[in-house]
């Protein structure tokens, strides 16, 4: 398990770095009563001339929930992340990536 948010090329064999650069991070904190809210917002470089696909590593925490996922490449839109069944999200993704598109999919870690 990781103790830190990165962001980490999917087939790290082929890449001569294990994650990608952090070029800056910015957190902001919302307390009321008993519940925090985390606004994390970190700006990664991809040090390749070609796209990579990558997986976003964020540690489990006890009480911990992601409430959105927002991904900004570039000068590209914002994608949203939605919430869907397992197997409709794993197509969803292999056909964005197959289609040469901009995709993103974030999962439960069961590890750790």
Known sequence: MT???SLQ????AAHAFR??????LRVRVQVDQVLAKFTIVQTY????DSQIECALVIPKLEGF???KLLIKVGE???IEGKVLKKESAKQKYEDAVAKGNTAVMAKENKEG
């Open 65 to 67: 929930i992601m409430g």
């Open 76 to 78: 590209a839109d914002v």
């Open 45 to 48: 470089k991809n040090p390749s």
């Open 9 to 12: 090329p999917i087939d790290s």
């Open 3 to 5: 103790d830190r948010i």
């Open 19 to 24: 994650t990608l650069p952090l070029n800056s």
